[in-house]
């Protein structure tokens, strides 16, 4: 099966640019999530969707950072403007629909940079 | 609130010397899953424990689950260069999310 898909790989902004990342979870998958990895640390929970619901975004600085999961497949999350802090890791991960109990599968992230 | 603590931050150890890694919960755990981040990399599931005092084996590598189900563990015998890499266990929260660890970092002394 393939895997999760993420894109871009990488990307350098400067602060107060925006950026946008992409994510396509595995066929079926109906939980995604997105965490936010900062060097040295664990993931940090951004967002969960269960298919195009909102299950969890308490940790999702709301001011600056999107996310949404239209049609409760691929996913996009979006840094508007950007701040040093910002500079991380982005991962995608999706699992089955009993989230707790089942794996959570990664793409390869995208790591942010900021200038 | 509900906190995953993991130790030790770091360890260094010699090849072929063992390796274990703890986590604590606050609260009682429904399951805990371990994953593996190599440097650089995305991290990877390992496994699942869900019995009180459970214990599994891949290979080289023993998980046990506390029997309160607030603690567990992963030991590694006689580790190798390929066993390099952040260990990571997660447990879900009463929220409906994942808590994840902080990470323990194997490193091979050269």
């Known amino acids: 099966e393939a895997g999760v898909a993420q894109s871009p790989r990488y990307k350098i902004i400067e602060k107060r640019q925006s950026v946008a990342f992409w994510c396509n979870p595995i066929s079926g998958h109906a939980t995604l999530y997105w965490y936010q990895q900062i060097l040295g640390q664990g993931p940090k929970l951004l967002i969960q969707f269960q298919n195009n619901g909102v299950v969890d975004d308490s940790q999702l600085p709301k001011d600056r950072f999107s996310a949404e999961r239209l049609k409760g497949v691929d996913s996009t999350l979006k840094i508007q403007p950007a701040k040093l802090e910002d500079s991380a890791v982005y991962l995608c991960?999706?699992?089955?629909?009993?989230?707790?109990?089942?794996?959570?599968?990664f793409g390869d992230g995208t790591r942010l940079s900021i200038l | 609130g509900q906190q995953v603590m993991q130790i030790p931050q770091y360890q260094h150890v010699q090849e072929g010397e063992d390796f274990t890694t703890y986590c604590n919960s606050s609260t009682t755990l429904s399951n805990i899953q371990w994953y593996k981040q190599r440097p650089g990399g995305h991290p990877v599931f390992l496994i699942q424990l869900v019995k009180s005092g459970e214990v599994k084996k891949q290979k080289r590598l023993t998980f046990q689950f506390g029997e309160a189900k607030k603690n567990s563990s992963l030991h590694i015998t006689a580790t190798q260069t390929t066993d390099v890499g952040t260990y990571f266990c997660?447990?879900?929260?009463?929220?409906?999310?994942?808590?994840w660890g902080a990470g323990t970092k194997l490193i091979i002394k050269p």
């Open positions: 991960a999706s699992s089955g629909t009993d989230s707790l109990n089942q794996p959570q599968h």
């Open positions: 997660a447990g879900p929260s009463r929220a409906y999310q994942l808590i």
